[in-house]
């Protein structure tokens, strides 16, 4: 029986694997607790039973859960740090076959922002970046690629000429783009992370974490990475003591590996 918040994290866990102790508290229980009360729901036992047996509240539930909130080109001073000083260094330290991984990628924006201004660089057909979420419902979005025109504001014109195709009111990442991009589904508290990259994106999910699981989380990056690659975090996220998990600031929100743990 689910008497409290307690039990109903246990319950979570058990039916999806998503460790909500991972997640300040707080903030994740009252966004719980709204969803409950739109899901005319009295308890928390009445709730895990109506996950169990409707798939698709069960689904808009993990949606809810993994707050996705992204766009094109976010944060574009960044993006334009990336293009100018941190591409060029990891093309002249790995040549242009670069292992990306975008960790958390939401419905897609970010990855393929990367692949875009990857392609100033390197031949669209030699971009392979690996994006990876845990929500199945947002990967199915970025896998079809469409977009409202307010998710592309920041995004530079010539990138929205190049690389989208206009549908009525929507744009969709044009195909050329898409095949830079294999989406798959990864929860950064448990899954094997990709190996060897030069390049990891994670941006504006850590803030949602418990200081131990972003603890956990920048050690199993520094593994996933080739010593002097680079962690690209979000506006919100510098990571105080970098040294810590063996990164050094290079400039603001991107870090370099300098060695292993």
Excluded: H
């Amino acid at each position: 029986m689910i008497e409290n918040y307690e039990d109903f994290k246990d319950a979570v866990f058990r039916l999806s694997k998503i460790d909500l102790n991972a997640y300040k508290e707080r903030q994740m229980k009252r966004r719980i607790d709204s969803l409950i009360r739109k899901n005319n729901a009295d308890s928390y036992q009445e709730f895990i039973d109506i996950l169990k047996k409707d798939k698709k509240i069960y689904e808009e539930f993990i949606n809810y859960l993994t707050i996705n909130v992204s766009e094109f080109y976010r944060n574009p001073t960044q993006w334009q740090v990336l293009e100018r000083d941190i591409l060029p260094y990891l093309i002249d330290k790995f040549a242009d076959n670069l292992k990306i991984w975008s960790a958390a990628c939401s419905t897609g924006d970010e990855p393929y922002s990367l692949a875009m201004v990857l392609s100033k660089f390197i031949p669209l057909s030699k971009i392979k970046i690996v994006a990876t979420d845990i929500d199945k419902q947002v990967l199915e979005k970025a896998r079809m690629g469409l977009y409202k025109d307010k998710s592309l504001i920041g995004l530079p014109q010539e990138f929205k000429t190049k690389f989208f195709r206009q549908i009525g009111s929507s744009y969709q990442v044009t195909d050329d783009i898409k095949k830079c991009i294999e989406f798959k589904q990864l929860n950064l508290l448990k899954d094997n992370y990709p190996s060897n990259c030069d390049l990891i994106v994670c941006r504006n999910v850590l803030i949602y974490f418990t200081d131990e699981a972003k603890d956990g989380i920048y050690k199993k990056f520094n593994n996933a990475m080739k010593k002097d690659a680079i962690l690209f975090v979000g506006s919100t996220e510098q990571i105080i003591q970098s040294a810590t998990y063996k990164f050094t600031s290079l400039k603001s929100f991107f870090y370099k590996k300098m060695d292993e743990l």
